[in-house]
Structure formats: C-alpha cells, structure tokens
C-alpha cells in the first residue's frame, strides 16, 4: 500500500526551529522528484520545497535561506529542516512528489506562536 506519513510538527516559538520528516512505505522515492506543501486556514495548498532525483532542491520565495529539503532514498525519507520560523509559518505540513502524486497523508501541523 502506497503511503506517505509526516511527522515532526509542533508549537515553536518565533525565531525557533523545528524538523519535518515524511516516511513512505510502498513507494520507491529515489524515482521521483519529491516536495513539502503546506496550507494554512483558509488558504489553498501551495508549495513550499521541491528536492529532485538529483538532489537540486528549490524553494517558495518566503522560505528561501530559512528551510531545506533533503532526501534519504536508502530510508525512503524526504526531510525539511525549518529555522527561524515565523507565525506565517504556521500550516499543515505534507509531503508528496511533484509530479507524481499520492494520496495526501495526514500532515503535521506546526504553529509558531509565543
């Protein structure tokens, strides 16, 4: 069965740091570009990091220099480290490919507030 589960999230103050970790089971991730989404309340899913097979990665312009992606093809694991959060920050977090998508998981929410 082709799943993918988030995890990682929580309540972090501004300024604070948090790592998502995105787990796939029946999926053989070193095939394909993979990517972290977010959505926030009452606002549509959107993009937010993209690590291709070759590892270049590229990012939404509000988190460039503050998150990175990285894969893990051995652990069939995709990662996003988030530094210096803000509260716009604050969303459901999920992993999917980039082109080829999934079903969504679950996500994992973080929120930045003090």
């Known amino acids: 069965q082709e799943q993918l589960v988030e995890s990682g999230g929580g309540l972090v103050q501004p300024g604070g740091s948090l790592r998502l970790s995105c787990a796939a089971s029946?999926?053989?991730?070193?095939?394909?570009?993979m990517a972290w989404y977010r959505q926030a309340p009452g606002k549509q899913r959107e993009l937010v990091a993209r690590?291709?097979?070759?590892?270049?990665?590229n990012y939404e312009d509000s988190v460039k220099g503050r998150f990175t992606i990285s894969r893990d093809n051995a652990k069939n694991t995709v990662y996003l480290q988030m530094n210096n959060l803000k509260p716009e920050d604050t969303a459901v977090y999920y992993c999917?490919?980039?082109?080829?998508?999934?079903?969504w998981g679950q996500g994992t929410q973080v929120t930045v507030s003090s």
């Open positions: 029946g999926i053989s991730i070193g095939f394909h570009d």
């Open positions: 999917n490919g980039y082109t080829r998508r999934w079903n």
């Open positions: 690590v291709a097979t070759t590892h270049t990665t």
